[in-house]
């Protein structure tokens, strides 16, 4: 590679969603781990990631304005995406944009190098699932999306089954590279103590969590019939973190199942690693979860999984040495292993001590930020070949 691309602090833009999803908080935290690393980071949202909460010199936010002209029935973010990309392109002199989430980012991106013909900047795009599996996948964007993922330097999946489904799916010629979500395994890590100030429970209440986005691709009630299953009438706790759009049916349900002195919802919060350590156990019910952030701050946090293994799980979880993976939808089976760590502490020290070693040996946030890195620059040497002389 030339040595003036690798010797040098890069000028990043960072598309993402600004949502508690894990698509955007995994931009977050890579991109602050940039900015720490000596990096110039720009993110482009609609609005301010949540976890960007603290200032940094190096880390700046631009905000997309949509206009709401009263002839759009649904305002073009992918156009004032590509607007904004163009306009901080132009004033920052951006190396490369990382677009996290292939629709609409990888497709703004395109637009923008096409309209800035005498600018060479990379572009990377990280496949994080439901981008692939769900949205990317149906016929209105199929096309679309295959074709951002072609036009791209280089393209991430995090973890080997979304790769396998973004080939399968769309037939993708270009690359794809596999790199795990990863954690801050000096944030999320196992505490001393059995309560956090943010949980209202008492000292002997053995606590199980979900953390999610409320979709409906994460099914949180199967989570609420796992844990009434397992713990009803038993001084258990359910913790559920997180919002979205079936919060009010699983609220429903646990009145249903006459779980509400044994549950609490929390709603939406920016930084789980003040609650995930304080847990017995995680419940991840989601329908071909890609990756599994959630999982892996837990595993980070000592703390083991109770999930399905379905998607990219069974990549995070060890089924049998850091938690249980049941077949997809047995929430019956769910249910058992639940109880099963419940019920052996010994068992429970154990699985979250080897989660996390594999946190530490395999996910940790600077080996994987070493990773990022590579392929920018790989991304960047890319476009130099491409460029006309």
């Known amino acids: 590679m030339n040595a003036g691309i690798t010797d040098r602090p890069l000028k990043i833009g960072i598309a993402c969603y600004p949502t508690h999803g894990g698509s955007g908080v995994l931009a977050t935290e890579l991109g602050i781990a940039l900015a720490e690393r000596g990096h110039e980071v720009h993110f482009l949202a609609y609005s301010k990631p949540p976890r960007l909460s603290r200032y940094h010199p190096r880390i700046f936010c631009h905000l997309v304005d949509v ?9 073009p973010y992918d156009l004032a995406l590509a607007s904004k990309m163009i306009e901080v392109i132009n004033e920052r002199h951006l190396d490369l944009l990382h677009v996290h989430y292939a629709i609409p980012h990888s497709i703004s991106a395109y637009l923008a190098r096409q309209l800035l013909p005498g600018r060479r900047f990379g572009i990377v795009t990280t496949l994080h699932g439901t981008d692939i599996t769900l949205v990317g ?8 999306t295959r074709f951002g993922i072609e036009q791209s330097d280089r ?27 990863f954690v801050d395994t000096t944030r999320y890590r196992p505490r001393e103590g059995r309560t956090s100030p943010l949980l209202c429970v008492c000292d002997e209440a053995p606590i199980v969590m979900h953390v999610s986005n409320f979709r409906p691709v994460k099914r949180v009630n199967d989570a609420l019939r796992a844990f009434a299953a397992a713990c009803t009438g038993s001084g258990a706790q359910l913790v559920l973190v997180g919002d979205g759009p079936d919060r009010a049916e699983a609220e429903a349900l646990a009145g249903e199942l006459a779980l509400q002195p044994q549950v609490q919802f929390l709603g939406l919060v920016d930084d789980v690693s003040d609650l995930l350590p304080f847990a017995e156990a995680l419940l991840v019910t989601t329908e071909g979860e890609s990756f599994g952030l959630a999982a892996l ?18 990549e995070v979880v060890e089924d049998g040495r850091s938690g249980f993976l049941v077949r997809f939808g047995d929430v019956p089976a769910l249910a058992a292993r639940l109880k099963t760590l419940l019920a052996d502490e010994k068992l429970r020290r154990e699985f979250g001590a080897r989660g996390r070693r594999r946190a530490v040996d395999e996910f940790d946030l600077q080996k994987l930020l070493a990773v990022h890195e590579r392929i920018y620059h790989a991304a960047l040497e890319s476009r130099a070949r491409a460029a006309p002389a």
């Open 137 to 144: 996948s149906g016929n209105a964007y199929r096309d679309v």
């Open 155 to 181: 393209v991430i999946a995090v973890s080997e089954w979304l790769k396998k489904e973004t080939l399968r799916v769309f037939g993708a010629t270009q690359e794809i590279h596999v790199v795990p979500n």
């Open 297 to 314: 701050e837990a595993l980070a946090s000592g703390v083991p999984v109770a999930g399905y293994d379905s998607g990219g799980m069974k």
């Open 67 to 75: 206009s709401e002209y009263p002839l759009f029935k649904y305002p």
